[in-house]
């Protein structure tokens, strides 16, 4: 398949996550927003790592053809750590105020 | 005893007695820190009595002590050299030292403890620092007594240090020394750069004097006479002196008569050779002279308070010394400096006493009369009159006839105006004398009931000072009385003689000399009778408002107001404007500048921080943005 098709994708994805941080107001629905950009960078990341493989620079070199896959597990990894601390984040902010609105919680200002 | 210990003792023990006196203040009862004061300043003109003995026999004493500074290509120790010239001043400063303490004693009775103690280790400090500035073997160690004596003499006039124009007068006495003194230390540096050291005898020496072009000479020894117009109060900066009367009167005699202001005197007279190879210097010297003499000398004419005319006195006689100093005449000077140690301390501690028995009272105009009071105090004073009139065989004769004869030589017109000078002091100490002493006495009734001759402790001083007034100029009979009288003269040969192949020599005819004589005498004896005449029978009835000159003369020719608007205005405005100008609005308004646009810019930057995570995120996403759009397009 074209690489086109998957940086299109890897885009609209992106764009999508972007847009929900900017307008939504629920913490959750942030949440996965931020998510869906990571995942739109590891699609990315995969799809150029495959397309590369069958460059001659990476026949030369064996490990080369994974790297940027076995990268994306550690994108993987890290964010799966992040949301379990930003999930209980979220969980505690519940039982305080009985909301997950992140426009009740300006109080950090100036 | 050792001798350079014996040479060090000379000035220790007067900064000991400084040291007891100033640190215990508070402890010493009065008597004590008097005997103590007086103890050492007796002991030091005891040593100074045997160096002198020592020079006379031996030569120069130097001395060195330790290396002062130690820099790559110049070396300074500290070092004494007494010869000849410093012998006789060190007997001078500690001799009439000695007996001011003594007088001290008395005149300073009415102050506390504390005070009284404190004005006898400044006394003590004084006397220490004017024998570093005339022992000194080298420039530096004389600038050190210098600034010293500028010290102690700031410290003295504002003893009273509670009345605000007394403390004006000493920061008076004390800016314009430090005018002077730049020019002594710019001359101290010309010689370090040219010659590399500042030790008398290697600086006076043929082969450095060699080194020397006739620019750097008549440099260097202008510096050296700025240096001098400050502090022995020659014009432009001479004003200082009549102010200074604000101290208590026996330091006015002590050092704004006696001792320090002759420190001039005594620095060009130790580089006579130098002075005497620069004839542009000399003649600036000779002018100077004369015009503070004349200036001086018909200020005094018509000044009513009884300090202020000693003063102007002290300014004119200084400036005949300068005028002995302009024509090469270096004896002469430091025989007059000699008589009119004598003479003017006998003055100032007698107008003391004056005032000491009018209760604090200075303007002539309520005296009077006094003679029948104050023997002793009276008969001191005449002879002083006569001394500083130039009355044979009275000590000012020798030496202002000596300076006036030399005058002469250089040219008539010199000795007119000497002869001007001279009529114009015998006028006015006539008039002190007469206003003083003789008439009816013009006080308040509380003043003459308590009208009494002065203690012992006063009047003795008086008395020795007197008898020095009447003998000090036999030291030096002129040449024309006796063949090789001249005492001084041959004493001093040794410290003059490098000079003398630069110099022209005049020598006038013994007929001349007295004509010249008796011309001087005469026309001084003139004007003492015309004061006599005048001033005896003096009332507050007869006085009229001056007009015209004498108006002038009483307010000094308005000397002050001349440096008030040409100098201190100046000065004043050009302040201002650098404190409005450049230090508020420049200095000031960089460092507020900088702190109140930090503090506007965070007030305008925090609304930024909205607490509104959308807004945070969307700048955040704007900026990165503008980075691809920067990477991308531009």
Not at chain 1, 14 to 31: Q, W
Not at chain 2, 484 to 507: D, E
Request: glycine letters at 8%; a positive charge.
């Amino acid at each position: 398949m074209d690489i086109k098709a998957y940086i299109v994708l890897a885009l609209i994805l992106f764009t999508i996550g972007v847009t929900g941080v900017l307008i939504r107001r629920n913490a959750i629905i942030i949440f996965m927003c931020i998510e869906l950009m990571l995942n739109a960078v590891n699609l990315l990341l995969v799809a150029f790592s495959k397309m590369h493989a069958m460059s001659a620079v990476a026949k030369a070199s064996p490990t080369f053809a994974s790297d940027a896959q076995i990268f994306v597990f550690f994108i993987m990894v890290v964010a799966a750590a992040e949301v379990t601390v930003g999930l209980s984040i979220i969980m505690l902010l519940y039982r305080n105020t009985r909301s997950v609105d992140v426009n009740f919680l300006n109080r950090l200002k100036y | 005893m050792d001798k350079n210990l014996l040479i060090a003792c000379v000035p220790l023990l007067p900064l000991l007695g400084f040291l007891i006196t100033g640190l215990g203040r508070n402890m010493l009862p009065k008597n004590l820190s008097a005997v103590i004061a007086c103890g050492t300043i007796l002991a030091s003109f005891i040593i100074s009595i045997m160096l002198f003995s020592t020079v006379r026999s031996g030569g120069p004493l130097n001395v060195e002590y330790f290396t002062f500074i130690q820099l790559q290509q110049f070396d300074l120790s500290f070092e004494f050299k007494v010869d000849q010239l410093t012998s006789l001043f060190l007997l001078v400063i500690t001799g009439i030292g000695f007996l001011i303490h003594v007088y001290s004693s008395s005149y300073m009775h009415e102050e506390n403890s504390a005070d009284f103690s404190k004005y006898f280790s400044y006394l003590n400090l004084f006397v220490f620092s004017m024998l570093l500035l005339v022992m000194g073997g080298n420039f530096v160690v004389m600038f050190i007594g210098w600034e010293g004596v500028g010290l102690c003499s700031y410290l003295l006039i504002g003893y009273w240090y509670k009345n605000q124009d007394y403390t004006a007068a000493a920061k008076k006495a004390f800016v314009m020394n430090r005018i002077g003194d730049l020019g002594f230390l710019l001359a101290i540096f010309w010689f370090i750069a040219k010659v590399g050291s500042v030790n008398y005898d290697t600086v006076f020496s043929a082969e450095s004097l060699k080194a020397l072009s006739s620019t750097d000479i008549t440099g260097i020894t202008l510096l050296l006479f700025v240096g001098a117009t400050g502090k022995s109060a020659q014009l432009p900066l001479f004003t200082w002196l009549p102010d200074a009367m604000a101290g208590p009167t026996p330091v006015s005699a002590l050092i704004h008569a006696a001792t320090m202001v002759t420190a001039g005197i005594y620095m060009i007279a130790r580089a006579n050779v130098l002075f005497s190879m620069a004839p542009f210097t000399m003649s600036v010297i000779l002018i100077i002279g004369m015009a503070t003499m004349l200036l001086a000398a018909s200020i005094a004419l018509k000044q009513n308070d009884i300090k202020k005319v000693l003063a102007y006195s002290t300014v004119s006689q200084l400036g005949y010394m300068f005028i002995a100093l302009g024509v090469g005449a270096y004896t002469a000077a430091v025989f007059h400096v000699i008589t009119h140690a004598f003479f003017k301390a006998l003055l100032f501690l007698g107008s003391g006493s004056v005032i000491h028995a009018m209760g604090g009272e200075q303007d002539m105009r309520n005296m009077g009369g006094l003679k029948r009071y104050m023997a002793v105090t009276h008969i001191t004073m005449l002879i002083g009159c006569l001394a500083i009139a130039g009355m044979p065989p009275f000590a000012g004769f020798f030496s202002k006839d000596e300076i006036l004869a030399n005058a002469f030589g250089a040219s008539p017109v010199f000795w007119g105006l000497g002869v001007l000078g001279a009529m114009m002091t015998a006028f006015y100490m006539f008039r002190l004398y007469a206003m003083t002493f003789h008439g009816s006495f013009r006080g308040t009734a509380h003043q003459q009931s308590h009208l009494h001759e002065s203690p012992a402790a006063i009047t003795i001083p008086l008395m020795v000072l007197a008898v020095l007034s009447v003998l000090g100029g036999f030291i030096g009979i002129p040449e024309v009385f006796a063949h090789g009288a001249h005492w001084l003269n041959n004493y001093l040969q040794p410290v003059f003689a490098p000079s003398a192949p630069y110099l022209t020599k005049h020598t006038i005819s013994h007929a001349t000399e007295y004509v010249l004589m008796a011309v001087s005498v005469g026309l001084a004896l003139v004007a003492i009778l015309y004061a006599w005449s005048k001033y005896k029978n003096w009332s507050k009835e007869s006085e009229k408002a001056n007009t015209g000159i004498a108006a002038v003369l009483e307010n000094k020719w308005y000397v002050d107001e001349l440096y008030q608007q040409v100098i201190i205005k100046p000065i004043n405005s050009i302040s201002k404007v650098f404190h409005q100008v450049i230090e508020l609005k420049g200095i000031d308004g960089i460092v507020n500048g900088i702190g109140s646009l930090v503090h506007y810019g965070s007030r305008q930057l925090r609304w930024l921080q909205s607490g509104q995570v959308g807004a945070y995120v969307l700048l955040m996403v704007l900026g990165i943005l503008a980075f691809f759009i920067i990477q991308l397009f531009l």
